[in-house]
């Protein structure tokens, strides 16, 4: 985590129950995806509960992508970013030098906040 414990933004869904709450997020890195495409890799807090999307552990780490455009995720601005949110199906996916399609799971669809406040009113502009 950067920053001691302040987020870089937050991360929540209005098409989710499991995302309904806010979860703090921290950038990591970017991971390669097959495809040339890139993943945002984001330590959360706190952990997602795992069985409720098929997981066999708690993740706390996540993959990120944009839904409606190729680029790279940048910081929440001033509206919400709509991201698709992934996890990997084990824990060490993340630590691969190419993230597979075939390694992570979809479990949202979601959406990057500048602050929690915007996360929790679900401010999408």
Request: glycine share 8%; no cysteine.
């Amino acid at each position: 985590m950067t920053n001691g414990d302040i987020p870089d933004f937050f991360l929540a869904s209005t098409d989710t129950a499991g995302f309904d709450q806010p979860r703090k997020a921290w950038r990591l890195r970017y991971v390669p995806f097959e495809g040339g495409r890139e993943l945002l890799l984001v330590r959360v807090a706190p952990r997602v509960t795992g069985k409720n999307y098929g997981l066999t552990y708690d993740p706390d780490e996540l993959l990120l992508a944009p839904r409606h455009s190729p680029e790279r995720l940048q910081n929440a601005g001033p509206r919400a970013v709509f991201v698709h949110i992934a996890a990997g199906i084990s824990p060490d996916v993340t630590r691969q030098k190419t993230v597979l399609r075939s390694d992570i799971k979809e479990i949202a669809w979601g959406e990057i906040y500048q602050s929690e406040h915007d996360a929790i009113d679900k401010k999408l502009l």
